[in-house]
């Protein structure tokens, strides 16, 4: 007889740092669960019709702030899906117990070889445009592991696995925690 199919039992939002592969293993665990894949940013440049960058020259970066918490509150009223964050969201003390209460956290728990491996070569990262950035990516990791730290439950990323490797990872973890159930069919 083939295993039960299992869902979320609550929602689950993924946190870490960029490179981590918050969307991308995102992604694959909402698929293997059957459940709707969220991606914060996504939400916010949708609701505001505007990127990411022009929020904040526009607008400042409290006023980013203040909409993420309100989309990422907006995403976890609904059915248990799968949410990712943008890497400052859970930074933010409001956002973690927002997410504490209504989800359960997980860390993609990356080391810095591993994300400055991931994330060297893209231009898409508006916080590594600096003049050294593996010194800027080391500091941002510094000052952030504490805070990822606090994550209900981590999931080490290791070079060799693959997106599908730490999606399992994922779902093992949650398995173990008992956060979920089994499916409707």
């Known amino acids: ?6 869902t979320l039992t609550r929602p689950l939002v993924l946190v870490g ?9 995102g992604g694959a665990v909402a698929r293997k669960l059957n459940v709707n894949f969220l991606d914060s940013d996504e939400e ?5 019709d505007r990127s990411i960058a022009e929020i904040f020259d ?14 990422i509150s907006r995403l976890l009223d609904g059915k248990p899906a799968v949410l990712s964050t943008g890497g ?5 003390e409001t956002n973690r117990a927002l997410i504490d209460d209504k989800a ?12 400055w491996s991931r994330v060297r070569h893209k231009t898409t990262r508006p916080l590594l ?7 800027t990516l080391t500091e941002i990791y510094e000052a952030r592991t504490p805070i990822y730290a606090q994550a209900q439950l981590n ?3 290791r070079a060799e696995y693959s997106i599908d490797d730490m999606a399992d990872q994922v779902i093992a973890t949650l398995s173990n925690a008992n956060l979920l159930k089994e499916a409707d069919t």
């Open 129 to 135: 445009r600096t003049d050294d950035p593996l010194a």
């Open 17 to 25: 740092m960029m490179g981590a592969g918050k969307t991308a293993i």
């Open 104 to 115: 359960v956290s997980v860390w993609l728990k990356a080391d810095l070889p591993l994300l």
């Open 58 to 71: 526009r607008d400042g970066e409290a006023f980013f702030r203040a909409r993420e918490t309100e989309v």
């Open 1 to 6: 007889m083939p295993p039960k199919a299992m």
């Open 155 to 157: 999931v080490e990323a």
């Open 44 to 48: 916010l440049v949708r609701a505001a």
């Open 88 to 92: 400052g969201a859970f930074l933010s």
